[in-house]
């Protein structure tokens, strides 16, 4: 059977950066199990599943557009050194914060620059901006069971996101 949408599959997988480095691997673990067409994984892993048979592997590039997208500069914004209390002086570049968005959801955010009265916050996600490289391999593929069907349609009705997303925010 071919992966087409709104089937279950689980692949094996290792992405790394173009240096080598890998980010990302389920050796070790489980394999990764979502549905197609249904935005779980990144755009280019996604289009690179389908048509793929089970036991077939395959190696891909992503472009950063098909992945985490380009590094948006807005996603970049000094605050106060002040906001962050008591651990103000304990705050070092390259660290990760997390902050609290607009939703309450705490976001992690990469500590891109210190001076003495202002710490420069970076929201990009840590991938963005980057080629990715992956080796996949399809280990399961299978339709979804009908009840399967009816949850997913039913996930989808009682959507509504506080902030109107669109379905793009992490928790949808």
Known sequence: MKVENRHKIKVEYTGTLEDGQVFDTSKGKEPLEFIVGEK?????????????EKGKSKKISIEPEEAYGMINPQLVQEVPKEQFGEDKDKIKAGMTVGIKAPTGQVMP???????????????????????????????????????????LKKAKEVHACEVGCGDKCSTC
Request: without cysteine; proline residues 2%; glycine residues 6%.
């Open 40 to 52: 779980m994984v990144i755009k280019g892993f996604e289009d690179a599943v389908m048509g793929m």
């Open 109 to 151: 955010v990469k500590v891109a620059e210190v001076t003495k009265d202002k710490v420069k916050l970076d929201m990009n996600h840590p991938l963005a901006g980057k080629k990715l490289n992956f080796e996949i391999k399809v280990v399961d593929v299978k339709k979804l069971a009908k009840k399967e069907q009816e949850e």
